[in-house]
């Protein structure tokens, strides 16, 4: 005897193979998602490496010639573009920080820098002096939405969403 059902269990549907074909989409959308996450973790600890990096080059050239360091020649008092540094008198000192912020700038474009002489090494970067054995050196920088370096100074208006970004380091002479 032919039973009726036994040619209805032999395959699968149109319906079945694009329930799985959606499932299965869902699952690698929610891969890619991930995946796309940790990049932008991996980019933002990649520029936070960079101006680590950076920062303690500059605390050791400070170190390193203490008596400029105490004249004032590493000196740059406000957030400044690190692209904007240049030697101004020509000392030596002063021609290092220079070369510094252009290797800086390339490396992590658009960042900012702030090198302070401090009394205390308690005190922030909004009290810089014009004594003291303390130093800061502060590298920021922001990253936008996608990820890419696109601080500007000049123009913070912009409709993208930033998130700052600093590394500050104090020394003593």
Not at 34 to 49: P, T
Not at 63 to 79: C, F, M, S
Not at 129 to 154: E, I, N, S, Y
Request: hydrophobic share 45%; glycine share 10%; aromatic share 6%.
């Amino acid at each position: 005897m032919m039973n009726g059902n036994k040619d209805r269990a032999g395959g699968f549907s149109l319906l079945e193979v694009l329930v799985t074909a959606l499932i299965l989409n869902i699952g690698i959308l929610g891969l890619l998602g991930s995946q796309m996450a940790a990049l932008k973790m991996n980019q933002a600890a990649i520029s936070r490496s960079i101006a680590s990096e950076y920062a303690y080059a500059m605390v050791d050239k400070i170190r390193g010639d203490a008596a400029a360091a105490r004249n004032g020649d590493y000196d740059v008092r406000t957030l400044t573009l690190a692209s904007g540094i240049v030697g101004q008198t020509g000392t030596v000192a002063e021609k290092e920080r220079a070369l510094w912020a252009l290797q800086l700038s390339r490396a992590l474009p658009g960042a900012l820098v702030q090198i302070c002489r401090k009394i205390s090494a308690n005190e922030t970067f909004s009290n810089c002096a014009d004594t003291g054995d303390f130093f800061m050196v502060r590298v920021a920088w922001q990253q936008g939405a996608d990820d890419k370096l696109l601080f500007d100074a000049t123009n913070t208006g912009t409709s993208e969403t930033f998130d700052s970004q600093s590394v500050e380091v104090v020394g003593h002479i």
